[in-house]
């Protein structure tokens, strides 16, 4: 027996094992299709809240989107959170005089909250539905989206249902870096059946681009006043209500929901910049020890995912390492199958995965200036300091 490819074999299995682990925990999740594409009996009114700061490349097409809905008591709250690009007039004009939006400019930004926050918290109370749909202004939603979602939250009992949508990626950087960081989003937290079967609050998920939420739930657990000053909001809901005995609901929709977050690698770099470091200290003991593990296990997962290729890389420049030459390719092989899973579901071509190293140096440098900026974030021309721990 071959004792250096034992060896190496030995040393990859971590690798093998994480793709294992994660495409066991991915499993059997919960969809959308799964229920009717008519309105139940009775729809009780739906509002589809919108908040939107300089949002007018996007708010056009989310807005018309929405009122394309075949949901029979709809209305669309877009709060224009002081846009400086025009937006409330492009949403306005995207509208085309349909009675069921409905246009608002909050009060200034007090302090102590978040502007995303601040516009929904203003558009929440103002909407007349006893369901509460808050959306982003670059998200598009299918016509049978809001149907089989109430229908969905009814059959559950949930008081908050996410829906995870199809993420679009067009170009070359979107294709590399995206994968990468939602393929940690699915080690960390599996499918939605995992996390709707966890008993744990702290393995409790949600996507912000589409939170469903029971208006009276929403109002006891206090709003978006709740999570005023938390970076990743979304994350802080869901574990923040199933905490408190909420019943929260994870499902799929990816026929139904799609969103195209960023456009250009400095798009990316700025926007899971402000995220990727509160979610890790979200998710973590509170306090200086899990603000200490934070700086360390952000930035883990790309230096985990670049230690095979370099060990690789190293063992063809330098003849005479099998142990590490066997290492580096066999847990590069497993990564290439997992990424190419995950650009499966983006619907990304296959060669893309090679360049997974690319989008572990591009995660790598947002977790890296994260940590550095701390509790520090800077977002549509406005900057925060968020809380210490959950």
Known sequence: ????????????????????????????????DDVPASPPEDAPPLSVIVPARNEARHIARCVRSVLDSRYPALELVVVDDHSTDGTAEVARAAAAGDPRLRLLVPPPLPDGWIGKQWACEHGGRAATGTILLFTDADVRHAGDLH???????????????????????????????????????????????????????????????????????????????????????????????????????????????????????????????????????????????????????????????????????????????????????????????????????FGIPFPYALAFPLGAAVYLYIALSAVAGGRRIVWKGREYVTPRGP
């Open 147 to 345: 149907a089989r979602m109430v229908r969905t939250m009814l059959l559950t009992g949930a008081d908050l249902l996410t829906v995870a949508g199809r993420q679009e990626a067009l170009t070359f950087w979107e294709r590399v870096a995206q994968p990468f960081v939602f393929s940690l989003l699915a080690l960390r937290f599996g499918g939605a059946a995992t996390v709707n079967r966890s008993a744990r609050a702290r393995d409790k998920i949600a996507n912000g681009q589409c939170l469903a939420f029971r208006r009276s739930a929403w109002e006891s657990f206090g709003g978006h006043g709740a999570v005023r000053d938390r970076a990743a909001e979304d994350l802080a809901f869901a574990q923040g209500m199933f905490a408190r005995g909420y019943r929260t609901h994870l499902t799929l929709g990816t026929r139904q929901l799609s969103t195209r977050m960023y456009t250009s690698l400095g798009e990316i770099v700025a926007g899971w910049r402000k995220n990727v470091y509160a979610a890790g200290r979200e998710t973590l003991p509170r306090g200086a020890i899990g603000e200490a593990l934070a700086q360390v296990l952000v930035p883990l997962p790309a230096i985990w995912s670049l230690a095979p290729v370099v060990a690789l890389v190293v063992a063809l420049l330098l003849p005479g390492l099998p142990t590490l030459l066997a290492f580096g390719a066999l847990a590069t092989a497993a990564q290439l199958l997992w990424f190419g899973a995950v650009d499966r579901e």
């Open 1 to 32: 027996m071959n004792a250096p490819l034992v060896a190496g074999a030995a040393w990859a299995l971590p690798w093998w094992l994480t793709l294992a682990v994660g495409a066991w925990r991915w499993r059997g999740s919960p969809s959308l």
